[in-house]
């Protein structure tokens, strides 16, 4: 399925390529004693894709909930588009969420709610100024080839592209993905990366993308980060990583 989006009309363009658009700096986050982000630092600039790679626990949900906001970290900073996420009114992170997309492992659709319903949501922002006429044709094209079906009603794949086309409705500059081919066939998996390179390049979002699956690095990763003892352990492309001469490093690359 092709998911056409009408663009949405958005202030000046914070992502031109090249240009630090999250910095995060000193990150530190416990839960109790367990210490998950330890001086945790990463730079993500317009136009690239950043895969983090890291074991279960290594605090990679944890890294993309401080930086949407869902979680607040003990300190440090959290710049995106040079507003510290942490130091934000509710009203002000609510703002510079409609700059950030987030596709949640499990899609996060709304089994009581249409597809066409679903995609709408993002827009009903009381301080989003649209008609139901720019709202219907917003959501038209998205709609093209799937119908308004209920999500009960759709594949795996399909309700991937549902979501990823309900989190580009509002036509963000950042997207965050959550283990975006878990669950996925190979083949839909190999779609779903296509289809995030392609959002990139017609977009030029930048991303931060959690992932195990290491067809899925390579295929999308500009840059890899591993997380590890709460901090960037290694930093580099996908080819440097891979050859790393680092154990700890290459038990993530080993078949």
């Known amino acids: 399925m092709n998911t056409a989006i009408k663009e949405v009309p958005s202030p000046a363009d914070n992502t031109a390529k090249g240009v630090p658009v999250i910095i995060i700096e000193h990150l530190y986050k416990r839960f109790g004693k367990n210490v ?25 949900s944890v890294l993309i909930k401080c930086i949407i906001g869902l979680l607040k970290p003990d300190s440090g900073k959290i710049l995106v588009f040079g507003d510290n996420i942490p130091d934000l009114s509710p009203d002000e992170l609510d703002k510079v969420r409609t700059k950030i997309g987030f596709l949640f492992q499990a899609n996060a659709l709304y089994d009581s709610m249409t597809v066409r319903e679903n995609l709408e949501f993002p827009l009903r922002r009381h301080w989003i100024d649209l008609t139901q006429q720019q709202v ?9 080839n799937t119908g308004d079906m209920m999500p009960s009603e759709l594949s795996g794949g399909m309700l991937k592209r549902i979501a990823l086309a309900r989190t ?87 078949q």
């Not at 067809?215 to 003892?229: E, F, T």
């Open 36 to 60: 998950v982000l330890k001086d945790f630092n990463l730079t993500v600039h317009g136009e690239e894709n950043v895969v983090v790679l890291g074991k279960s626990g290594a605090g990679k």
């Open 136 to 144: 219907d044709q917003m959501v038209s094209e998205a709609l093209e």
């Open 168 to 254: 580009l409705i509002l036509k963000p500059e950042v997207i965050l993905y959550d283990e975006p081919t878990t669950g996925l066939d190979p083949v839909t998996a190999r779609e779903i990366d296509h289809l995030i390179l392609t959002l990139q390049k017609k977009y030029h979002t930048s991303s931060i993308v959690i992932s195990h699956d290491m067809n899925c690095v390579k295929n999308i990763a500009d840059r890899v980060i591993l997380l590890l003892d709460g901090i960037c352990y290694a930093d580099g492309t996908y080819e440097e990583l891979e050859h790393s001469g680092d154990e700890k490093i290459k038990q993530f690359f080993e």
